[in-house]
């Protein structure tokens, strides 16, 4: 009797594991589709569908791009937060939504605990753009001027708590300089009152300012990241400049995340289907015509990653007295 309760346990053990097996290895067993917070035809966007497009073929599954624009990210982070934790639904996250967490009081998630990070996919430089032939050619020139003129110089940027905005109050608060933040409803606003002086100087993502740039209309200064941008390699990092800012590296970058719960061999594997995207030659070129620099990462990288850009805008927006919304 014994021994028929043993081989009945040993056949039920069996295909409960081997179900299990047969289960994750299905993964995907319908079309796979990635949340994006951002509007049709946007840098974001397009990184996704060029991402998604790329992933599709491995993965034996069509990858369909769904725009939920809303202010913070807080419809498309909601909706995938919510969504089964089986790898299906996606959420393009980036810089903007580490600032959400650190800038709104309330989130209908946690956007730490909520999702599983699976890759980064690209970073964008931020620039400190002066106007062509203007009081600054450099970035010393500008330190300069705040310096012997406390309060007088004006720093353009898209409107309060975007990445831009922040990074601009991050700026003036580790170079040590009494600089007032302007904020502008959007880029062209700003570029318009750049060129006609009524600021000095500007800090926005460098994609959208090389137009002006190459047509001699506007200087970039220097980039904010750690390394030249490759479209601009003769212009400075501000970290350059030495003295306090040194350490200075600020840079935007949007990155693939899944609803928490997704299990580990999931999102490893979209992790190596993502990655082995962005590493072939017509992603990166795709990418780089967007002014967007191709770079994966491991899960716990993007995390980490996040987790750091969420503590870093949190004190920023503290000791810029930043009202959080």
Do not use: C
């Amino acid at each position: 009797m014994q021994a028929v309760h043993r081989r009945t346990l040993l056949a039920w053990l069996a295909a409960s594991f081997g179900g299990a097996a047969s289960a994750q290895a299905a993964f995907p067993s319908r079309p796979l589709r990635i949340v994006v917070p951002n509007a049709a035809g946007g840098a974001a966007d397009i990184t996704a569908r060029t991402v998604g497009q790329k992933i599709a073929g491995p993965l034996g599954q069509s990858v369909v791009i769904e725009n939920k624009p809303s202010a913070g990210g807080v419809v498309a982070g909601e909706q995938v937060a919510r969504a089964e934790p089986d790898g299906h639904t996606l959420l393009l996250v980036s810089s903007g939504t580490a600032v959400s967490a650190a800038l709104f009081r309330s989130l209908p998630f946690d956007t730490l605990k909520d999702f599983a990070p699976v890759s980064l996919l690209a970073t964008f430089d931020l620039a400190v753009v002066a106007k062509e032939g203007g009081r600054f050619r450099t970035l010393a020139d500008l330190l300069a001027y705040a310096r012997a003129h406390p309060g007088q110089l004006n720093i353009g940027t898209p409107q309060i708590g975007t990445t831009q905005n922040l990074a601009a109050e991050l700026f003036k608060v580790t170079a040590g300089i009494d600089a007032q933040v302007v904020p502008f409803n959007g880029t062209p606003p700003i570029v318009t009152a750049l060129r006609g002086g009524e600021i000095d100087v500007m800090v926005d993502i460098l994609g959208g300012l090389m137009p002006q740039i190459g047509a001699k209309a506007l200087r970039p200064l220097a980039v904010m990241g750690a390394q030249r941008a490759p479209q601009l390699p003769d212009v400075p990092t501000v970290r350059e400049s030495g003295g306090l800012l040194a350490g200075f590296n600020v840079t935007s970058w949007n990155g693939l995340a899944v609803p928490a719960k997704t299990p580990a061999a999931v999102v490893e594997r979209l992790a190596r289907e993502v990655q082995a995207a962005l590493a072939q030659p017509d992603v990166k070129k795709r990418l780089l015509e967007l002014n967007l620099n191709a770079q994966g990462s491991t899960p716990a990288q993007l995390g980490e990653h996040l987790a750091a850009d969420v503590r870093r805008w949190s004190d920023v927006i503290a000791k810029g007295k930043i009202a959080r919304q």
